[in-house]
């Protein structure tokens, strides 16, 4: 839908509970006294109680609502409820808290009665979490009232009902209606839409239904562009079937009209043999050119079809929020990407198409059995179904074994993908063996899941050519009588003979299919797991475009965030001037990398909104906002390359005059020269080692080089010593200058230039405003502060240094 | 894992295990616990905090002001005074839910995101697994299962569950 980005000044009021003057909606409050409201208001009050409340009652609280609302007097009108799956004790029993213009009832599964709780001013409603676990807490000035429990499936709920409580509360004592709620509610879970949000963030998060178990099917999508040399493969391939079926077939007028006859004294017909023998021989060749043609077609369509799975997964993968890549392991990704999608390229081009070929093959044989002799036929293909059967009990049991080897298998990638990179840890504390054991145990567990599936596998393959013994058996018993009684030939008995060796050996590289197709649906399922994973963090489908120019204008509004069952912000609220430096303080786990990385949106709110330049953020395109940002990090991370790609990642384009531009200005310039290979010299893994203060100033000209109007510095200097940091601190200088800056440091004093400083502290701003007044306020800041000056000074004393001789000291033991 | 443990800072331990115990707990009526120390001041709000709720919980349990900060270490719950106990008791049970899985009744699909229908130590529910990352191999057998609203579930012993158990429960490890 086409919306207005600015913010609605009413959306604001409605949050805060506040009341509002609504001349649109439908009542006259100034003529409606408290008293005489209900009454007068009765009907108004219920077509404003169908717009705001939930849209249908759960369904195991229906008929109580229902009965409550038959029994409602005076106009009281339900407004809204919460269905609480947790009683008192925590244990998993229904509740319901009800919601009218005047009362707050409740009732629990076994109650006689509603409990209830009439309106009146001092009552608070509010609402906490931990570890996964929500309580609803009615208060009034001296207690607390009531407390309802809930497991965080409701939580958004509860936040609706908290609101829903505010508004009735204020219009009970003011007499007037709040505004009407303007946005639009999801079909599914009543969250909040944006302007431009057509689909529910919330509810597109869990996608309750399970991929279907024809996965494979689903690689049609990437089959689609090739289905021209896909039919010609196909028609290839039944010529070329059609064309080894052939020999068989002239195996029949070969004995019944060639060598019999010679047996019983004729002589033998040499033009009949010429011709016969030229037949086997085209044939053969025919099949050899035809099975090569398409071989080679569907051989190379498959290999495109794997090329495409694989880059439109990495592809989706880049575009999958940070939350994603925090609960998924390397290893585990990048077998899914590497080897699932070769193993799904190797299952088209190889076993699939020997799948197809042997249908056809049977299908053929079949169709020629029947037309020489339908009675012998039907004892050939008597086992046929038999087979089948097997085959397909047998699939259940390997589909889940192979899914679970591939599991394993991804586990033991993981101990490598944790191990590797960590191997400096696992080193200095000696800890070798505890890591070869952890390799054993997950390299165990594989062995143990592939016991079990070799164990269904070995009894199948054997079994299935017992079938095949049998099933020749039968026909040499059957062929012989039939023989006996005149009823067929020697030729067609060989002939017989001859299709169903080939017959049963197809039957059996067929049965094999089975442990291959249940591979390949297993390594699909992966696959298509990762691309049916919707971003948290999701593209909206009309993004609003940038305000021009660009200001950076940065305003957070009650912004709640959540990670996991983790409260990690609540109700900030926060307003950024374009151009100003703003500094983010607390103790760490104050939530100000969470506030950052919601400011660039690698995470999106749980509750509230951030607006930049007055567009919420989550109607903006992700990529056209993210260009606007600089992010310098902790730990730079320095792409393999060379040093000028890494400076100019942002912008790939860029020119050398820029590239050393920005260098200079992040007085990096001078110690990439002194480099063998100046702007060329390799870096990042297996490249030239660089120390911490050089790689951060070349990350700070990565930042330079995209003249972003937001600057996000990220501990920047954290990690560096003191003599570095006041390089860096010269190049950061050079890049703050003119943009929006949120700076996180643990070192205050990295932030005296700073405009504000802002508090947090466990996930709240506590306090906010330059450094001299914070100090003079003698608050959380003075605090830290103190602690941080006192610690430097003892540090100092301990040290024994003389703080006078700082400029020609010796190395400092920080810097090992 | 928590045997190993370096004795913690003697002033904790000495108030935990001192007779009479060196501090007073009370609830105030907003439901609020309210701890007042050896030296008389009062917090409001206090939060009792199991250090190993899964491997060890009857050990080790911090009292946390509103603040954050550490007000006591107590070793074990059950030297402390029986009313003291209670009251901590009660307030832990209040805040953590770590229900056990008891039995898997029924899943939606093996394929995730599947719905279990699931009968645990507090009654039958219903919990949505994301993926199967979202299974984590504790100690061996037991393991920790996240749903999709961020509540655990714990399986204490896998084997020890039900055969129809076991067997929904293996297709997904």
Not at chain 1, 27 to 41: M, T, V, Y
Not at chain 1, 380 to 405: K, M, S
Not at chain 1, 621 to 633: F, H, M, Q, T
Not at chain 1, 775 to 781: L, M, V
């Amino acid at each position: 839908m086409k919306t207005d980005p600015q913010p609605t000044p009413a959306a604001d009021d409605v949050l805060s509970g506040r009341p509002h003057a609504a001349a649109d909606s439908g009542l006259n409050p100034d003529s409606l006294p408290a008293s005489a409201a209900p009454r007068i208001a009765a009907e108004a009050l219920a077509t404003l109680a169908a717009a705001e409340a939930p849209s249908a009652p759960p369904a195991s609280w229906a008929r109580d609502i229902n009965a409550l609302s038959q029994s409602l007097r005076d106009g009281e009108t339900i407004f809204g409820w919460l269905e609480t799956d947790l009683d008192a004790s925590l244990c998993f029993v229904s509740g319901i808290v009800v919601l009218t213009d005047r009362r707050l009832l409740a009732r629990g599964i076994g109650d006689a009665d509603w409990q209830q709780w009439p309106l009146v001013a001092g009552l608070r409603l509010a609402r906490r979490d931990h570890a996964g676990v929500g309580s609803l807490e009615l208060f009034d000035d001296k207690a607390l009232l009531a407390r309802w429990r809930y497991t965080l499936s409701g939580d958004t709920a509860a936040g609706r009902l908290i609101e829903q409580f505010g508004r009735r509360l204020a219009a009970l004592q003011s007499g007037c209606q709040p505004a009407p709620q303007e946005a639009a509610l999801c079909p599914l879970c009543d969250t909040l839409l944006l302007p431009g949000q057509d689909e529910c963030p919330n509810c597109n998060k869990e996608i309750l239904s399970p991929p279907s178990t024809w996965t494979l099917f689903r690689l049609w999508r990437f089959a689609h562009p090739y289905r021209g040399q896909l039919l010609a493969g196909f028609l290839l391939m039944l010529a070329s079937t059609a064309a080894t079926l052939v020999p068989p077939y002239l195996t029949m007028p070969l004995m019944d009209e060639v060598l019999i006859p010679f047996q019983n004294g004729a002589p033998i017909d040499t033009h009949k043999v010429y011709l016969l023998l030229g037949g086997l021989f085209a044939a053969a060749i025919v099949a050899w050119s035809l099975g090569w043609a398409k071989t080679y077609i569907l051989a190379l369509v498959s290999e495109r079809i794997g090329a495409d799975l694989r880059t439109t997964t990495y592809q989706h993968l880049q575009t999958l929020s940070l939350e994603y890549f925090g609960g998924k392991r390397t290893g585990d990704l990048i077998t899914r990407i590497g080897s699932e999608s070769d193993r799904i390229c190797v299952f088209l081009s190889l076993h699939l198409l020997d799948f197809a070929t042997d249908v056809l093959m049977i299908a053929m044989t079949a169709a020629i059995l029947i037309s020489i002799n339908p009675w012998l036929a039907l004892v050939t293909l008597a086992p046929l179904p038999f087979i089948a059967w097997l085959i397909h009990v047998v699939r259940d049991r390997l589909r889940y074994g192979f899914e679970q080897i591939d599991r394993v298998w991804a586990e033991v990638t993981s101990v490598l993908a944790d191990t590797i990179p960590g191997i400096r840890v696992v080193k200095a504390f000696a800890q070798e063996k505890r890591e070869v054991a952890r390799f054993r145990e997950a390299n165990a567990r594989n062995l143990a899941v592939n016991d079990r599936v070799n164990k269904i596998w070995s009894l199948f393959t054997p079994t299935v050519t017992l079938m095949t013994e049998i099933g020749l058996l039968i026909v040499w018993a059957f062929g012989i009588w039939q023989v006996s009684q005149d009823a067929i030939t020697v030729g067609v008995l060989s002939a017989f003979l001859a299709y169903i060796g080939r017959f049963y050996t197809r039957l059996d590289s067929m049965s094999r299919i089975v442990s291959v197709t249940q591979k390949a649906a297993a390594g699909a399922k992966r696959i298509f797991d990762v691309l049916d994973h919707v971003s948290s963090v999701p593209e909206t489908t009309n993004p609003v475009p940038l305000p021009q120019p660009f200001a950076g204008n940065i305003s957070v509004r009650k912004v709640g965030f959540r990670y996991g069952n983790r409260t990690v912000l609540r109700d900030v609220d926060l307003d950024i001037h374009a151009g100003e430096m703003i500094g983010l303080v607390g103790h760490s786990g104050s939530g100000k990398s969470t506030l950052v990385n919601l400011i660039c949106r690698f995470y999106d709110v749980s509750e509230g909104s951030i607006r930049i330049d007055g567009v919420d953020l989550r109607s903006l395109s992700v990529a056209d906002y993210r260009r606007n940002i600089g992010l310098v990090l902790q730990e730079p991370f320095l792409f393999f390359g060379t040093i000028a790609d890494n400076i100019a990642y942002g912008k790939p384009d860029a020119s050398r005059a820029e590239i050393i531009a920005a260098a200079r200005a992040a007085h990096a310039h001078e110690f990439i020269l002194r480099l063998p290979h100046g702007y060329d010299s390799l870096v990042g893994e297996r490249g030239q080692a660089l120390s911490g203060g050089e790689r951060q100033r070349i990350s700070i000209a990565r930042a330079l080089l995209i003249n972003p109007r937001i600057l996000i510095l990220d501990e920047a200097t954290s990690s560096v010593d003191t003599e570095t940091e006041l390089e860096i601190q010269g190049a950061l200088e050079n890049l703050i200058r003119g943009r929006t800056t949120i700076a996180i440091a643990h070192r205050l004093s990295t932030l005296r230039r700073a405009d504000r400083l802002v508090v947090l502290d466990r996930g709240r701003i506590v306090e906010e405003g330059p450094h001299d007044d914070l100090i003079a306020r003698e608050g959380a800041y003075f605090r830290l502060y103190e602690a941080q000056t006192k610690q430097l000074e003892e540090q100092i004393a301990e040290a024994g240094w003389v703080v006078a001789s700082t400029d020609r000291r010796t190395q400092p033991a920080a810097a090992a | 894992m928590s045997d190993n443990i370096p004795a913690t800072s003697t002033v904790a331990t000495a108030a935990s295990t001192a007779a009479g115990a060196a501090f007073a707990l009370r609830r105030d009526s907003f439901g609020l616990l309210v701890y007042a120390g050896a030296d008389g001041v009062e917090h409001t709000g206090v939060v009792p905090v199991r250090a190993f709720p899964i491997s060890a919980p009857a050990d080790g349990v911090a009292l946390i002001n509103a603040e954050g900060h550490e007000l006591l270490w107590i070793e074990q719950l059950a030297a402390l005074p029986v009313e003291l106990c209670a009251l901590i008791n009660e307030e832990l049970a209040n805040r953590e839910l770590i229900p056990e899985i008891r039995s898997v009744r029924s899943v939606s699909s093996f394929a995730t995101p599947s719905v279990w229908r699931i009968a645990t130590d507090r009654g039958e529910t219903e919990i949505v697994l994301r993926s199967e990352d979202d299974i984590r191999r504790l100690a061996s057998p037991a393991l920790l299962i996240a749903d999709a609203h961020g509540l655990h579930f714990l399986i204490r012993d896998r084997y020890a569950l039900d055969a129809h158990s076991r067997k929904l429960l293996d297709r997904f490890l």
